[in-house]
């Protein structure tokens, strides 16, 4: 049980879609402040918002370099959910299913 309770933070992050914009925008690399602003239609405040609770969870880290913040994945959040559902969630099904696809893991850039 333990392990479930300090995945929902990760899971609750992730169930707002403008989070999983911001976890998507990251997976080439680093991203400005800013270019979350222009690349999303919503307001600086709410990127703030939501970027502030992706990094509290630790799905996130930020840096500033000069006068620009910096923005990318922390990928042992992810990881972390990705292996509970493979183990936990999917354990279950897989007697049905067959065995799992060896690429499921997540890619890391």
């Known amino acids: 049980m333990l392990r479930t309770v300090a995945l929902d933070p990760v899971f609750k992050a992730l169930a707002d ?4 914009w911001f976890i998507e925008a ?3 690399g680093q991203v400005r402040l800013l270019k979350f602003a ?3 239609p ?4 709410t ?7 992706l990094e509290e969870c630790g799905l996130l880290f930020s840096r500033k370099e000069g006068p620009m913040r910096l923005y990318s ?4 959040g992810l990881l972390e959910a990705e292996k509970w559902l493979r ?4 354990g279950g099904y897989k007697p ?5 696809p060896e690429d499921w893991s997540l890619r890391r850039r």
């Open 17 to 20: 879609p403008r989070r999983r």
């Open 26 to 28: 990251m997976l080439d």
């Open 38 to 40: 222009e690349m999303f």
């Open 42 to 45: 919503i307001t600086l405040p």
């Open 47 to 53: 990127v703030l918002h939501h970027l502030g609770i």
């Open 73 to 76: 994945i922390r990928p042992d």
């Open 87 to 90: 183990g936990i969630l999917w």
């Open 96 to 100: 049905k299913l067959g065995s799992l």
